[in-house]
T-cell receptor, first 110, second 116 residues
Framework: RKEVEQDPGPFNVPEGATVAFNCTYS??????FFWYRQDCRKEPKLLMS???SGNEDGRFTAQLNRASQYISLLIRDSKLSDSATYLC???????????FGTGTRLKVLA | DAGVTQSPTHLIKTRGQQVTLRCSPK?????VSWYQQALGQGPQFIFQ???????QRGNFPDRFSGHQFPNYSSELNVNALLLGDSALYLC???????????????FGPGTRLTVL
């Protein structure tokens, strides 16, 4: 089983739609969680850290469920510019290693 | 405020050759991590440098080595290149200094290595 798993997609959604991605992790000692966005042939860019109580940044909401070992990202009112690959990242307590999922591709259609 | 910079942007090598990639961290950052990203995959952790020492290593062979300099910049060296080493090599910087203990990483634009 992979340490961090994501549905690769692609998710094709119309502009204005709400879309949600889930990511599961296997190590219960995981401590820090992030969502990164990566455009084609570019570097990953930090979208948001995921806090235990959940957090929101504009149209983006991240949730953490430690009991079920998954994190989610909700994007409301999708824009064409949201088209990208969204990477789930997990860091385990006591290590310095950041583990990336394979990413979920999102395509927002006009 | 300069972000993470990497050089070169692209590189073409042949099997068996050696390559050195360079990274300068974001201003104020003291920790550098290196990742390999193959096409269609997420970045894979190679190793992390802090205080000029390799602090942790991922599942990569000894052909992959690195160095961190006193100014926090870093190099990644790969010896005896294989076709499978073709990938985007990303450098990420971070720090535990300051108020954030979340240790967020910021990535450079990467070096695209092609091995023929």
């Amino acid at each position: 089983r992979k340490e961090v798993e994501q549905d690769p997609g692609p998710f094709n959604v119309p502009e204005g739609a709400t879309v949600a991605f889930n990511c599961t992790y296997s190590n219960s000692a995981s401590q820090s969680f992030f969502w990164y966005r990566q455009d084609c042939r570019k570097e990953p860019k930090l979208l948001m850290s995921v806090y235990s109580s959940g957090n929101e940044d504009g149209r983006f909401t991240a949730q953490l469920n430690r009991a079920s070992q998954y994190i989610s990202l909700l994007i409301r009112d999708s824009k064409l510019s949201d088209s990208a690959t969204y990477l789930c990242v997990v860091k385990t307590s006591g290590t310095y290693k950041y583990i990336f999922g394979t990413g979920t591709r999102l395509k927002v259609l006009a | 405020d300069a972000g993470v910079t990497q050089s070169p942007t692209h590189l073409i090598k042949t099997r068996g050759q050696q390559v050195t990639l360079r990274c300068s961290p974001k201003s104020g950052h003291d920790t550098v991590s290196w990742y390999q990203q193959a096409l269609g995959q997420g970045p894979q952790f190679i190793f992390q440098y802090y205080e000029e020492e390799e602090r942790q290593r991922g599942n990569f062979p000894d052909r992959f080595s690195g160095h961190q300099f006193p100014n926090y910049s870093s190099e990644l060296n790969v010896n005896a290149l294989l076709l499978g080493d073709s990938a985007l090599y990303l450098c990420a910087s971070s720090t535990l200094r300051g108020q954030s203990s979340y240790n967020e990483q910021f990535f450079g634009p990467g070096t695209r290595l092609t091995v023929l």
